[in-house]
């Protein structure tokens, strides 16, 4: 009896665990485009500490911005644009490799916004 017990509680922890609380789905390169008052190409890369690094490039002017931040086991990334930091980067990455979001710059003045677009382009 001991013997089925331990059988099927052992069968219990490996459903009950679940890949989605890993950061591993994320962990790559990802790029897209934002659009707003603003609209140009981005591309980030996700580390397996869930640290995120990056550029945004704009298509009116010749200004590229560096993107830095975290992105959570669930997807969510909160990362800030420039250095020092001119504005956010925000969104959400799905496990489906998609990703989107909002952005905002405050320098060079008037502040500008949008949302942004991307997908997983490799790992």
């Known amino acids: 009896m001991k013997k089925i017990f331990l059988l099927v509680f052992t069968a219990f922890l490996f459903i009950g665990c679940k890949d989605e609380d890993t950061i591993y789905d994320f962990i790559g390169t990802w790029a897209g485009t934002y659009s707003g008052t603003e609209k140009g190409s981005w591309n980030i890369v996700v580390a397996s500490d869930g640290k995120v690094t990056g550029t945004l490039d704009s298509e009116q ?63």
Do not use: H
Not at 100 to 105: A, F, I, Y
């Open 61 to 123: 002017t010749t200004e590229n911005y560096y993107i830095s931040g975290t992105l959570t086991e669930s997807g969510e990334l909160n990362a800030t644009i420039g250095s020092p930091e001119d504005g956010e980067f925000k969104g959400t990455l799905t496990r489906d490799k998609k990703g989107s979001g909002t952005w905002l710059n405050e320098l060079p003045t008037p502040t500008r916004s949008g949302t942004w677009t991307g997908e997983k382009t490799s790992n």
